[in-house]
């Protein structure tokens, strides 16, 4: 089978770094009702997601985040990938955030039956390789809060 030709990567993602971004996106999105990250600066060390919210989670919230993230870390979900056209695509994930001059064949990755995302990124196979997901600081600025997070013990 010949392999789907997809828009270039510019970057080099940290795998399981990456899969924790994803896994705190959609707990956000079911938490908050509230769109993926709107900026996102995933590193080894460290990370951190812009999320557009009407007020600022509580300390509670941040400390329910984290245990949700963590339950699906725990989990061990498998992460797979599926190469989709746009039109089924469009059925599963949120297309806005894609560039204009997408490929036609977008790839989905999923994480059990949790989260699926367009991505092109690099990912761990299961999220027990990640490690345990740690909210370093957050701060508020009108409409927006911005988390910074770290992983701990990832299994290699």
């Given at each position: 089978?010949?392999?789907?030709?997809?828009?270039?990567?510019?970057?080099?993602?940290?795998?399981?770094?990456?899969?924790?971004?994803?896994?705190?996106?959609?707990?956000?999105?079911?938490?908050?009702?509230?769109?993926?990250?709107?900026?996102?600066?995933?590193?080894?060390?460290?990370?951190?997601?812009?999320?557009?919210?009407?007020?600022?989670?509580?300390?509670?919230?941040?400390?329910?985040?984290?245990?949700?993230?963590?339950?699906?870390?725990?989990?061990?979900?498998?992460?797979?990938?599926?190469?989709?056209?746009?039109?089924?695509?469009?059925?599963?994930?949120?297309?806005?955030?894609?560039?204009?001059?997408?490929?036609?064949?977008?790839?989905?990755?999923?994480?059990?039956?949790?989260?699926?995302?367009?991505?092109?990124?690099?990912?761990?196979?299961?999220?027990?390789?990640?490690?345990?997901?740690?909210?370093?600081?957050?701060?508020?600025?009108?409409g927006r809060w911005r988390v910074?997070?770290?992983?701990?013990?990832?299994?290699?």
């Amino acid at each position: 089978m010949e392999s789907p030709q997809l828009n270039a990567h510019n970057k080099a993602e940290y795998p399981p770094m990456h899969t924790a971004e994803h896994i705190l996106n959609q707990t956000m999105v079911r938490m908050f009702g509230c769109p993926r990250s709107k900026n996102a600066h995933i590193e080894r060390k460290k990370s951190k997601c812009d999320y557009l919210l009407e007020t600022a989670p509580t300390p509670e919230q941040v400390a329910e985040i984290e245990a949700r993230v963590n339950e699906v870390i725990a989990a061990d979900l498998p992460v797979t990938i599926e190469f989709v056209t746009h039109e089924k695509a469009a059925k599963i994930v949120d297309m806005s955030k894609l560039p204009e001059e997408v490929s036609q064949t977008l790839r989905i990755v999923r994480i059990g039956d949790y989260d699926a995302c367009a991505c092109v990124g690099a990912h761990v196979e299961h999220t027990g390789e990640i490690g345990q997901f740690v909210i370093i600081s957050s701060d508020w600025e009108e409409g927006r809060w911005r988390v910074r997070f770290k992983l701990k013990g990832e299994n290699k």
